[in-house]
């Protein structure tokens, strides 16, 4: 089974400032694929950004751009120039190229941007 | 731009009380999923539907849970008799293709009293 690991509970940041959010996972496969969803405080789930884990290059999308190593199975989030609009509780997910085709999450990471 | 809409977006319900989730997943799409949220925690997968039939379920997903696509636009998540545990909020998903962005509606909030 896969699983989807997020060490930083919360975290804050300086509005302007750059912050990277990490996420780690386990799988035995090689083909899958991997996503940042944010959640903000209306709670709807939207995607941030998405990575196939057969391409090598980094994933960016305007101000979010990812690091994912794949032999080191990590994954993380750099936000660029953040913004107030940032704030929110943000999702690594997982889903496999093989099979079902659920996203598995990790348990999120609160990023609050101050002012 | 197309959206996943979910209705109602609040629900209160008495335990073993029975409630239908309603959501209309983007049109042109082919994977309908349910997921749910207990307050503060991980969002966890319920249940996928694909081709009028579930392909995978969560051990969550047990005998008092139920999905309909009963119209080819409404896709429907039924729960017989509510418990307490039941309490969260519920996202209903969908994509064109497996692998594929998911699109999360904006989540119905279930309360059981």
């Known amino acids: 089974a896969q699983t989807v690991t997020q060490s930083q509970p919360e975290m804050s940041v300086q509005e302007a400032e750059t912050v990277t959010l990490s996420c780690t996972y386990d799988?035995?496969?090689?083909?899958?694929?991997l996503f940042w969803y944010k959640q903000p405080p209306s709670r709807q789930m939207i995607l941030v950004i998405r990575?196939?884990?057969?391409?090598?290059q980094n994933a960016t999308e305007n101000r979010f751009s990812v690091n994912f190593q794949k032999a080191a199975k990590s994954f993380s989030l750099k936000i660029s120039d953040s913004q107030l609009g940032d704030t929110a509780m943000y999702f690594c997910a997982f889903t496999s190229d093989f099979g079902n085709e659920k996203l598995t999450f990790g348990t999120g990471t609160r990023l609050t941007i101050i002012p | 731009e197309p959206e996943v809409t979910q209705t109602p977006s609040h629900q209160v319900t008495q335990m073993g009380q029975e409630v239908i989730l309603r959501c209309v997943p983007i049109?042109?799409?082919?994977?309908f999923y349910w997921y749910r949220q207990i307050l503060g925690q991980k969002v966890e997968f319920l249940v996928s539907f694909y081709n009028n039939e579930i392909s995978e379920k969560s051990e969550i997903f047990d005998d008092q849970f139920s999905v309909e696509r009963p119209d080819g636009s409404n896709f429907t998540l039924k729960i017989r008799s509510t418990k307490l545990e039941d309490s969260a909020m519920y996202f209903c998903?969908?994509?064109?293709?497996?692998?594929?962005?998911?699109?999360f509606g904006q989540g119905t909030r279930l309360t059981v009293v």
């Open positions: 049109s042109n799409h082919l994977y």
């Open positions: 799988t035995s496969e090689n083909n899958y694929y």
């Open positions: 998903a969908s994509s064109r293709h497996k692998n594929t962005e998911a699109f």
């Open positions: 990575q196939e884990a057969y391409k090598q």
